[in-house]
């Protein structure tokens, strides 16, 4: 099986080796003797802590998610985001909860293990978005649409395991990760959106977390023997339905960009930048998960 939303090519780091934590390094690897922003979130540790063997603990702090104030993202469980420090990883923790998972995700931070059995919690300095009126749809898969029946949470299992196929280079998705995403799919905060072909094979598919007008794409995949292009066919769905009721600001994050996901119009936007898109998008009204598009 085959894997490829922008982390999926991203092998785990080791802790020592962090340094930048980029696809494309574009300064010399150093190591993390940088202080990484103060965690305000119980269990969440700065980097520095880490090698230092010691966390950076606030116990009188809450999660929650960011407030929006002039059109900015103001508060995050990982301290404001101009403390953060200037790389991709911008903190670590041996706590993986949904609710730490949701306010990261509101705050412009996602997961992504690292090794030494601890979560890394990532904001790319260059964020990767696919702008929804710039979807490259090619003749080719133009044609490939129509081969496939589209399905909404049908077989969300199903695209977990194809996502996390161990057999893949650089696999990130482990058991604390599938078991926490299998509980946000039940309470109907993460969405599969599936390509099954007419014999009813799933073929391909992806998920990621949807929060008011973000989707954050976690991964996808497809089966090389019966479903070429089908997760490019599940990305034309996905942003058919974020794009059905034509409100302006949803903001489709795929996190890192890579050569495949810049052939369909991904594009990177500064951290900064990426922010300011998610302090807008974030009161919007959740799409309409309920409908397959085909």
Do not use: N
Not at 37 to 60: I, K, N, Q
Not at 246 to 264: K, M
């Amino acid at each position: 099986m085959s894997c490829s939303l922008g982390r999926a090519e991203r092998a785990r780091p080791d802790l020592p080796t962090l340094a930048a934590g980029r696809a494309r390094a574009r300064r010399p690897c150093r190591r993390l003797t940088t202080v990484c922003a103060t965690a305000r979130l119980t269990g969440v540790l700065s980097v520095r802590a880490v090698e230092a063997g010691r966390g950076l603990r606030h116990p009188g702090s809450t999660p929650g998610g960011p407030r929006r104030d002039t059109g900015r993202v103001v508060e995050s469980p990982f301290g404001p985001p101009e403390q953060w420090r200037p790389d991709d990883l911008i903190a670590v923790s041996r706590e993986f909860t949904p609710a730490l998972v949701l306010a990261a995700y509101r705050g412009g931070v996602f997961p992504m293990p690292v090794r030494g059995r601890r979560m890394g919690w990532w904001s790319p300095l260059d964020r990767a978005v696919l702008p929804l009126d710039q979807l490259r749809v090619t003749r080719s898969l133009r044609k490939m649409v129509h081969r496939y029946e589209i399905r909404v949470d049908s077989d969300f299992e199903g695209v977990l395991a194809g996502c996390g196929d161990p057999t893949r280079p650089g696999g990130w998705i482990d058991d604390d990760i599938a078991q926490v995403y299998r509980g946000l799919h039940r309470d109907g905060i993460v969405h599969s959106v599936e390509a099954w072909t007419p014999d009813g094979e799933l073929a391909g598919g992806l998920y990621g977390v949807s929060q008011g007008g973000l989707f954050a794409g976690e991964s996808m995949f497809h089966r090389p023997d019966i479903g070429r292009d089908a997760s490019k066919v599940a990305l034309v769905a996905l942003v058919q339905i974020l794009t059905a009721d034509q409100r302006p600001g949803r903001l489709l994050d795929v996190q890192w960009a890579t050569p495949h996901l810049q052939t369909l119009g991904v594009v990177e936007v500064p951290r900064p930048d990426y922010l300011e898109l998610l302090a807008q998008a974030l009161p919007l009204p959740e799409p309409d998960w309920s409908v397959p598009r085909t």
